[in-house]
């Protein structure tokens, strides 16, 4: 078979993460109501804002700007995550950054699968943000033992999604009829159970351990616990979600609203209680609830270097030192302030921004008109000249501090426990079975490449 016969992986991508979206709706009908909010606040936007409008039709992104950008999942063993990334690379998702949240009190690591390229990106930019469950920072040893013997007896995968899974990666890629079997079977994977695979006592006593163990541990699979499309004005989207019967986190994460917006700003509705049954022995049911499932939204700007990154980080401590935000919202107003007041040491002016290194930009020849000074050659100067403009590399992962703020407003108040901070990086690598991505490494090699390609340019056009 040849290669163009192949469904492209940007296009399973895109039918994977559309049909995920109407599998998600249907199973909340609160994600439907966020996802109508947000088409409405971005076509006020839009209408607002000309440039905007423009420069989004420009890129061919117009008409798919609500689309969601990220979901996530929990899973629970190595050999899930393993099989998990051979399943996310048949749809052009590749691991890349590498999170710790255990300093934040949640007992998992986790990475982005996504597109890198641009192109890629351009046409779906769908992520799948994955946790792998820590066991080894539950004290309870024997807990622990049992939740790995629940997790070893469970498949998450069906035989069909694994033989399509070997058949792309021997082919090298699926045919529309298999890629559309394919997508059909791995959907299942993310599905939610409404039937526990435990019973009511066995959940108690992971639930109490941490409510992440009994999500991760008590169903059947690794349902897909939230959707996050795109909002032009997360501010606007947070303040109307309650007219809209939708109960928003008490905080947006991430930097204040800026002039030059930096990283990811975010924010969710509160995960919802859900009517679940668990097993007995006797083959009969009891009825319970269970918490996990939630909506999210999501406004990115540039990306930072690790300059940059350092500077954010150390403004935001400093504000969280000033103000913690409480989980019920009651001082919602004065973590905001607080956050502005930091974040007034941070340039709002792309320009400094550039000249202090603190963000990654492309660059590119700004029209065939433009003449090369004698020293020409020198970035900076022709970039003062006129000659080479700069943009801004958008930020395409995600913030450590800020998903546990989502991770904690949806595993209910005050479900943060003190884990001493443990990352692991080379254990979550042996368990994916590949390195991650570094993603500063990534974005510093996008911006040398389009200077190499300007200075090239300049060079022929210059002989
Ligand atoms: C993942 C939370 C992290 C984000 O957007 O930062 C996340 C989870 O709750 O499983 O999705
Ligand atoms: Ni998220």
């Known amino acids: 078979m040849t290669s163009n016969q192949f469904m492209s992986s940007d296009d399973i991508r895109a039918a994977f993460s559309a049909a995920m979206s109407a599998m998600y709706r249907a199973e909340v009908p609160a994600y439907g109501s966020l996802l109508s909010l947000v088409a409405e606040v971005n076509a006020r936007t839009l209408a607002q804002k000309p440039a905007l409008r423009a420069s989004l039709a420009a890129t061919g992104t117009l008409d798919r700007v609500s689309e ?6 929990r899973l629970g063993t190595d050999a899930e ?12 998702m590749f691991p890349v950054g590498y999170y710790d949240l255990s300093e934040a009190g949640v007992p998992v690591h986790s990475t982005a699968f996504r597109p890198v390229g641009d192109a890629a990106l351009r046409q779906n930019p769908f992520r799948v943000f994955t946790s792998l469950l820590r066991l080894d920072l539950i004290e309870d040893e024997g807990l622990r033992e049992e939740a790995r013997k629940v997790l070893a007896k469970r498949g998450i995968f069906s035989d069909a999604a694994v033989s399509l899974v070997e ?39 992971f639930h109490d351990a941490h409510r992440l163990v009994a999500d991760v541990v008590s169903f059947k699979g690794p349902h897909i616990n939230h959707l996050t499309p795109r909002t032009l ?14 109960a928003p986190k008490a905080v947006i994460e991430g930097p204040p609203a800026r002039n030059c917006p930096i990283l990811l700003r975010q924010t969710s509705f509160k995960a919802l209680e859900e009517s679940v049954s668990f097993p007995d ?34 403004l935001l401590n400093e504000a969280r030192t000033h103000v913690r935000p409480a989980p019920d919202g009651s001082n919602a107003d004065e973590y905001r302030a607080a956050l502005q007041v930091a974040f007034r040491a941070f340039p709002d002016d792309w320009d400094e921004i550039r000249r202090r290194g603190l963000g ?3 660059y590119r020849h700004a029209g065939a008109d433009g003449r090369i000074p004698a020293d020409g050659g020198d970035l900076e100067v022709m970039v003062a000249a006129g000659i080479i403009r700069f943009d801004p590399i958008v930020y395409e992962d995600f913030l450590p501090v800020s998903a546990a703020g ?41 911006e040398k490449a389009s200077i190499a390609q300007c200075l090239a340019r300049l060079e022929t056009a210059g002989s």
Do not use: C
Not at 291 to 297: K, S, V
């Open 68 to 73: 969601e950008r990220h979901g996530a999942i």
């Open 81 to 92: 995550l393993a099989m998990m990334r051979r399943v996310f690379a048949v749809m052009g």
């Open 167 to 205: 058949k792309a990666e021997a082919d090298g890629g699926l045919d529309a009829g298999d890629a559309t079997r394919f997508i059909t079977e791995v959907l299942n994977t993310f599905r939610w159970h409404q039937q526990a695979s435990v019973d009511r006592e066995l959940y108690g006593r």
């Open 233 to 246: 004005d997360i501010d606007a989207v947070q303040g109307l979600m309650p007219d809209h019967g939708i």
């Open 281 to 314: 022995a006797d083959g009969s049911f009891q009825a319970g609830s269970h918490t996990a499932r939630f909506g999210e939204i999501e406004q990115r700007g540039i990306a930072l270097t690790p300059k940059g990154r350092a500077l954010y980080d150390r």
């Open 360 to 362: 990654y930009f492309t």
């Open 406 to 446: 989502i991770f904690q407003s949806n595993l209910g108040d005050g479900a943060g426990q003190d884990f001493v901070a443990s990352p692991n990086q080379r254990r979550f690598e042996q368990a994916l079975g590949a390195k991650v991505l570094n993603e500063f490494d990534h974005y510093a090699g996008i």
